[in-house]
T-cell receptor, first 112, second 112 residues
Framework: KQEVTQIPAALSVPEGENLVLNCSFT??????LQWFRQDPGKGLTSLLL?????REQTSGRLNASLDKSSGRSTLYIAASQPGDSATYLC???????????FGTGTRLTIIP | AAGVIQSPRHLIKEKRETATLKCYPI?????VYWYQQGPGQDPQFLIS???????DKGSIPDRFSAQQFSDYHSELNMSSLELGDSALYFC???????????FGPGTRLTVT
C-alpha cells in the first residue's frame, strides 16, 4: 500500500527566500507525481506533474524533482511571495490503479 | 480556460437523508474521479470513471453510488447520510486515465 509523507507539516519563511518542500513515498512503482496547492477551504490547484520517466519539471518560480529510486520528490519555490502562502500537497499515482494517493501536506506561510 | 464545475458548492443535509453531487468535467476530458476530504485530512479517493465505465474504486461506502453519463458529467449519490460524511467532496477530470488530474472547487457537505 502506497504511503506518502510530507515533512515538515508547517513551514514559515520570510518573503524573498527560496525554499524546498519534501515528499516521500514508500512504493517506487509510480506512474506519475503531482504537486498541488490548496488555499483554506478551497479546491486543489495543480502546480506540476512529473512522469515517472522524468527527473524534474519547471513552471515559473517552481521546480519539482523526482528520484524514484529513493522514493522522494522535492518542490523548490524561488523568491517566495506572500501569495505563495497555502498548503502544498504531493500526490502519487501508481501503476495499476487510477487514484492519487495524497500526502498530508505542508502548510507554508510566507512572512512579509 | 474552462475548469471542472461542481454543484452545488454547499449542501446541508440531516442524518439519514440523501444527497446528489454533480460534476461537469473539462471539455474533452473523458475520465472523472471523486475524492473526499475530511476536516484537516488529505483527500481520499472514492471512485473513478473512464468512458462511462467504472475504472477504479477506493474507500467508497456502500451507501454511496456514482455514475458517468453520456455527456461525461458524473453524479455521486449518497444515501443514509451520517455525521461522518460531512466533508469536502472533490471531483477531478483528466483526458484519458493516467494524465494530469484537474480538480474542481469542491462541494462542502454538512450533515446535521
Amino acid at each position: 500500500k502506497q504511503e506518502v509523507t510530507q515533512i515538515p507539516a508547517a513551514l514559515s519563511v520570510p518573503e524573498g527566500e527560496n525554499l524546498v518542500l519534501n515528499c516521500s513515498f514508500t512504493d517506487s512503482a509510480i506512474y506519475n507525481l503531482q504537486w498541488f496547492r490548496q488555499d483554506p477551504g478551497k479546491g486543489l490547484t495543480s502546480l506540476l506533474l512529473i512522469q515517472s520517466s522524468q527527473r524534474e519539471q519547471t513552471s515559473g518560480r517552481l521546480n519539482a524533482s523526482l528520484d524514484k529510486s529513493s522514493g522522494r520528490s522535492t518542490l523548490y519555490i524561488a523568491a517566495s511571495q506572500p501569495g505563495d502562502s497555502a498548503t502544498y500537497l504531493c500526490a502519487v499515482k501508481n501503476f495499476g490503479n487510477e487514484k492519487l494517493t495524497f500526502g498530508t501536506g505542508t502548510r507554508l506561510t510566507i512572512i512579509p | 480556460a474552462a475548469g471542472v464545475i461542481q454543484s452545488p458548492r454547499h449542501l446541508i443535509k440531516e442524518k439519514r437523508e440523501t444527497a446528489t453531487l454533480k460534476c461537469y468535467p473539462i471539455p474533452r476530458h473523458d475520465t472523472v474521479y471523486w475524492y473526499q476530504q475530511g476536516p484537516g485530512q488529505d483527500p481520499q479517493f472514492l471512485i473513478s470513471f473512464y468512458e462511462k465505465m467504472q475504472s477504479d474504486k477506493g474507500s467508497i461506502p456502500d451507501r454511496f453510488s456514482a455514475q458517468q453519463f453520456s455527456d461525461y458529467h458524473s453524479e455521486l449519490n449518497m444515501s443514509s447520510l451520517e455525521l461522518g460524511d460531512s466533508a469536502l467532496y472533490f471531483c477531478a477530470s483528466s483526458f484519458r486515465t493516467g494524465y494530469e488530474q484537474y480538480f474542481g472547487p469542491g462541494t462542502r457537505l454538512t450533515v446535521t
